[in-house]
């Protein structure tokens, strides 16, 4: 219990400074937090910022949309956004309006660029900070150096319908 009210008031305190899409300083590790979706400008300050929270041997376990997730933006904007239920409508927003160059964004993808639309997240978080973000294994091993390596990618988590980056801290 004492723990979760800690969580939450942690959630409350970071929320402002993720709209602003900027890493908070955060004292020590209680959780996780959703930063799946960090667009180019602030991608490294993230991973920087989960270095100087985890011990050397400490473990971060990433999700981001998979390869496969970049088809199914195209697909979503054969749909007439009309025809579609109000919420399904709100909450494929983001996703309709990314990767609109398919073919380029999947050959960018297989070349292990970060790809990311900022497409912001609703009217939640600006679109200078968040998007909807596919991060190949490539990327993770030649990037996240020398803070992490990457131990296990899992493509395509069923579960979850993303890609799992699990990395140790060096």
């Not at 660029?113 to 968040?130: I, N």
């Amino acid at each position: 219990m004492a723990q979760t009210a800690a969580r939450e008031k942690l959630g409350h305190a970071l929320r402002g400074k993720l709209r602003q899409g900027i890493p908070a300083k955060v004292p020590t590790p209680t959780g996780f937090w959703p930063v799946g979706s960090i667009c180019d400008s602030l991608r490294l300050e993230w991973i920087k910022e989960f270095a100087r929270l985890l011990r050397p041997g400490g473990t971060l376990v990433v999700t981001t949309r998979e390869r496969d997730f970049i088809l199914g933006c195209a697909r979503l904007r054969d749909d007439d956004p009309d025809t579609l239920d109000p919420l399904t409508n709100y909450a494929t927003m983001g996703a309709r309006g990314a990767f609109l160059d398919t073919e380029r964004s999947l050959d960018r993808y297989d070349a292990g660029e970060y790809r990311c639309d900022a497409t912001g997240a609703c009217d939640k978080l600006p679109s200078d900070a968040y998007g909807e973000t596919c991060i190949p294994l490539a990327y993770a091993q030649r990037q996240w150096q020398p803070h992490f390596s990457v131990i296990e990618f899992k493509d395509d988590a069923p579960e979850i319908r993303q890609n799992v980056i699990v990395a140790r801290r060096t």
